[in-house]
């Protein structure tokens, strides 16, 4: 646990407490008064309530969207199912205001719906809604359905047997065994919704505000830290109470598993049930997914007079930004992929340590850190940028001007889904497993590595490719720090929005497209890279 507890303590607590204390102290007196005078604004109180139950809703929905294309990942085999998987994902790394400007583009004025039926969804909260399932369906379907895969299905087939009904058997066999999986991947889905910044803004209008949104608003452009602060205060709260509820019922569910390899359990589907089951879920992916993904790439290539490739052209020339960058816009590409496998490296070293060591039951302060792993899920992004410029700028721990703080930044993001990922996995590894090493003789190290790595290699995978994922997206905290000659892809897409004109806006839909084919690109080499079979679930 050293390695976690120092990074967590040193670029997350630190830089967090710090900001905090700005917005808090006044003279070096704690102002703790500030927070019973924010908390009673009933601006404040809106935006708190509107934050919680959006987040409870887009939670329930994206399970009940994502779930049937959990088992279908996990149990059919159909043509294209690697490349579609890694589809599914591409979302996972977009930068929120991207995601937001091609769901108005979908649902605002002049958009598809509009278009087609004389509908808007744009200012209502249903556009948030299904922006929030676009971007959390890969986390259902790569949390569970990578568990669910693994299970041997004949301990269902058994009940089935025994004189349990179809239901029935998966009620009382396989969702018992799911049931610590669904719960980590509707945590991760709730804490994204509950921070949500660029969707709401974007797609909410003036109506709508989550915590988030606020933090931003009253940090950036009305300069009250303040209020920052205290609000900053309440997210890290409610966060901590939700994360400290699921590790309760996380140990209550354990419970060592019997896995397989998944390719003794996927097959192609059968009966017209099915095939409408298999169905319905690619055209969810085709409707949720595809469509503003594809609408995108057709902004990209919008040229005046048709269609072309004339910002992809524009992107190779810092002039053609009009003074947005100093270097040409598509060095960011090669900027995004050092930093994102640089900080994939620290989240898989620091959440995997993390990992091993919750799996060892060594009292309340390890199953306290299993909830504490979570929060910077679940803290405002714009306060851990905005901690990193006041607090690492000074020796021993001057970084401000260094290229690693970008990497640090993203990590954090990455090491909660590299833990969340494994952890349901390395729980269902039998320990006698490893006693029985033990007696033989073999060193802690060395049964981790005989016994526990063969088994977790699927799992560690996907870790990684969760963790480049987020850190290839991740803006919040890197608009602060990323320098204006070493730009990532998410804040030179931010940055070209912001300004106006047409060419800004083409070139944004270029670099946004360009983000989607890396991600797709690299997560379908990661599909194909495979363990060997033995050892493997």
Same mark, same amino acid.
Not at 299 to 323: E, I, M, Q, T
Not at 432 to 458: F, I, M, Y
Not at 465 to 481: D, K, P, Q
């Given at each position: 646990?050293?390695?976690?507890?120092?990074?967590?303590? *040193? +670029? %997350?607590? /630190?830089? @967090? #407490?710090?900001?905090?204390?700005? &917005? $808090?102290?006044?003279?070096?007196?704690?102002?703790?008064?500030?927070?019973?005078?924010?908390?009673?604004?009933?601006?404040?109180?809106?935006?708190?309530?509107?934050?919680?139950?959006?987040?409870?809703?887009?939670?329930?929905l994206?399970?009940?969207?994502?779930?049937?294309?959990?088992?279908?990942?996990?149990?059919?085999?159909?043509?294209?199912?690697?490349l579609?998987?890694?589809?599914?994902?591409?979302?996972?790394?977009?930068?929120?205001?991207?995601?937001?400007?091609?769901?108005?583009?979908?649902?605002?004025?002049?958009?598809?719906?509009?278009e087609?039926?004389?509908?808007?969804?744009?200012t209502?909260?249903?556009?948030?809604?299904?922006?929030? *399932? +676009? %971007?959390? /369906?890969? @986390? #259902?379907?790569?949390?569970?359905? &990578? $568990?669910?895969?693994q299970?041997?299905?004949?301990?269902e087939?058994?009940?089935?047997?025994?004189?349990?009904?179809?239901?029935?058997?998966?009620?009382?066999?396989?969702?018992?065994?799911?049931?610590?999986?669904?719960?980590?991947?509707?945590?991760?889905?709730?804490?994204?919704?509950?921070?949500?910044?660029?969707?709401?803004?974007?797609?909410?209008?003036?109506?709508?505000?989550?915590?988030?949104?606020?933090?931003?608003?009253?940090?950036?452009?009305?300069?009250?830290?303040?209020?920052?602060?205290?609000?900053?205060?309440?997210?890290?709260?409610?966060?901590?109470?939700?994360l400290?509820?699921?590790?309760?019922?996380?140990?209550?569910?354990?419970?060592?598993?019997?896995?397989?390899?998944?390719?003794?359990?996927?097959?192609?589907?059968?009966?017209?049930?099915?095939?409408?089951?298999?169905?319905?879920?690619?055209?969810?992916?085709?409707?949720?997914?595809?469509?503003?993904?594809?609408?995108?790439?057709?902004?990209?290539?919008?040229?005046?007079?048709?269609?072309g490739?004339?910002?992809?052209?524009?992107?190779?020339?810092?002039?053609?930004?009009?003074?947005?960058?100093?270097?040409a816009?598509?060095?960011?590409?090669?900027?995004?992929?050092?930093?994102?496998?640089?900080?994939?490296?620290?989240?898989?070293?620091?959440?995997?340590?993390?990992?091993?060591?919750?799996?060892?039951?060594?009292?309340?302060?390890?199953?306290?850190?299993?909830?504490?792993?979570?929060?910077?899920l679940?803290?405002?992004?714009?306060?851990?940028?905005?901690?990193?410029?006041?607090?690492?700028?000074?020796?021993?721990?001057?970084?401000?001007?260094?290229?690693?703080?970008?990497?640090?930044?993203?990590?954090?993001?990455?090491?909660?889904?590299?833990?969340?990922?494994?952890?349901?996995?390395?729980?269902?590894?039998?320990?006698?497993?490893?006693?029985?090493?033990?007696?033989?003789?073999?060193?802690?190290?060395?049964?981790?590595?005989?016994?526990?790595?063969?088994?977790?290699?699927?799992?560690?995978?996907?870790a990684?490719g969760?963790?480049?994922?987020?850190?290839?997206g991740?803006?919040?905290?890197?608009?602060?720090?990323?320098?204006?000659?070493?730009p990532?892809?998410?804040?030179?897409?931010?940055?070209?929005?912001?300004?106006?004109?047409e060419?800004?806006?083409?070139?944004?839909?270029?670099?946004?497209t360009?983000?989607?084919?890396?991600?797709?690109?690299?997560?379908?080499?990661?599909?194909?890279?495979?363990?060997?079979?033995?050892?493997?679930?």
């Amino acid at each position: 646990m050293a390695v976690p507890v120092a990074f967590f303590a *040193v +670029f %997350f607590a /630190y830089p @967090v #407490v710090a900001i905090v204390g700005r &917005g $808090l102290k006044a003279d070096g007196v704690w102002q703790f008064g500030r927070i019973g005078e924010v908390l009673s604004r009933p601006d404040i109180l809106d935006v708190l309530w509107f934050t919680t139950w959006q987040a409870l809703a887009s939670t329930a929905l994206t399970l009940l969207i994502a779930l049937p294309g959990a088992y279908v990942f996990a149990r059919f085999d159909f043509p294209g199912k690697q490349l579609l998987r890694a589809v599914v994902t591409v979302p996972f790394v977009l930068p929120t205001v991207v995601v937001g400007t091609a769901f108005l583009a979908l649902l605002g004025r002049g958009g598809f719906l509009d278009e087609l039926a004389g509908v808007r969804l744009d200012t209502t909260v249903w556009a948030i809604l299904l922006a929030h *399932v +676009f %971007f959390n /369906y890969a @986390v #259902v379907v790569r949390t569970v359905g &990578g $568990l669910w895969s693994q299970l041997d299905p004949r301990q269902e087939e058994a009940a089935r047997v025994l004189g349990a009904g179809r239901f029935a058997a998966w009620r009382r066999v396989t969702l018992p065994a799911l049931a610590p999986a669904v719960a980590a991947a509707a945590l991760m889905v709730f804490l994204f919704t509950f921070t949500s910044f660029g969707v709401v803004q974007i797609l909410g209008g003036p109506a709508y505000s989550t915590l988030e949104v606020e933090i931003y608003r009253q940090t950036a452009q009305l300069l009250d830290l303040p209020t920052a602060a205290v609000l900053t205060m309440v997210q890290f709260a409610a966060v901590g109470a939700v994360l400290a509820v699921h590790a309760w019922t996380v140990r209550r569910r354990e419970s060592a598993l019997k896995l397989v390899d998944p390719a003794q359990t996927a097959r192609r589907p059968r009966g017209a049930g099915q095939r409408a089951l298999l169905g319905g879920v690619l055209l969810t992916v085709l409707v949720l997914i595809l469509l503003p993904l594809g609408v995108l790439v057709e902004r990209s290539l919008d040229v005046p007079g048709g269609h072309g490739f004339d910002y992809y052209r524009a992107l190779r020339s810092a002039d053609a930004s009009g003074g947005t960058f100093l270097v040409a816009p598509l060095e960011a590409i090669w900027n995004s992929l050092q930093y994102a496998l640089v900080a994939t490296v620290i989240g898989l070293v620091v959440g995997g340590l993390a990992a091993a060591a919750l799996t060892r039951r060594a009292g309340r302060l390890v199953r306290g850190f299993d909830a504490l792993l979570m929060l910077p899920l679940g803290v405002s992004a714009v306060t851990v940028g905005f901690g990193f410029l006041i607090t690492l700028d000074e020796p021993p721990l001057d970084l401000r001007t260094t290229w690693i703080l970008v990497p640090l930044a993203q990590a954090l993001v990455g090491v909660p889904f590299v833990v969340r990922t494994m952890l349901p996995v390395l729980r269902a590894v039998d320990g006698r497993l490893r006693e029985a090493a033990t007696v033989l003789g073999a060193s802690p190290l060395r049964a981790w590595r005989e016994v526990d790595l063969p088994l977790v290699r699927r799992a560690l995978l996907v870790a990684a490719g969760f963790a480049f994922a987020v850190s290839l997206g991740e803006f919040g905290a890197t608009v602060f720090i990323a320098r204006p000659d070493n730009p990532t892809l998410p804040v030179a897409v931010a940055r070209l929005l912001g300004r106006s004109g047409e060419l800004n806006y083409g070139q944004a839909m270029a670099l946004s497209t360009i983000l989607m084919l890396v991600c797709a690109v690299s997560l379908l080499l990661l599909e194909r890279i495979r363990p060997d079979r033995s050892g493997e679930f």
